[in-house]
Nanobody
């Protein structure tokens, strides 16, 4: 079992930056692959980025690659999402997710989810 708590979301102007954090409970953080998803009003939840147990990363290439960076600190049981050059279309609730072993870009394969943190980007 792992519990996830996101933080760092807020309103920001286009072109700005934010860093989201996801703190995980439990002593086996290193066994989990972690990911960020987001969901805008009226849209399905979509994959943003993921990081594997060894720190390998993958991103949604169309929407965030080159602007967002996922990272983690195993000592702090925390995963981060650094978001730069934010655009109004990045507005969404951002969710942290975890699954054992290997990351995936499919939300259905993640067992654990946080409550989400709202990011609003104004033009």
């Amino acid at each position: 079992q792992v519990q996830l708590v996101e933080s760092g979301g807020r309103a920001v102007q286009a072109g700005g930056s934010l860093r989201l954090s996801c703190a995980a409970s439990g002593r086996t953080f290193g066994a989990y692959a972690m990911a960020w998803f987001r969901q805008a009003p009226g849209k399905e939840r979509e994959f943003v980025a993921a990081i594997g147990r060894r720190g390998d990363t993958t991103y949604d290439p169309d929407s965030v690659k080159g602007r967002f960076t996922i990272s983690k600190d195993n000592a702090k049981n925390t995963v981060y999402l650094q978001m730069n050059s934010l655009k109004p279309e990045d507005t969404a609730v951002y969710y942290c997710a975890a699954r054992l072993v290997r990351y995936s870009d499919s939300a259905a394969l993640y067992n654990y989810w946080g409550q989400g943190t709202q990011v609003t980007v104004s033009s």
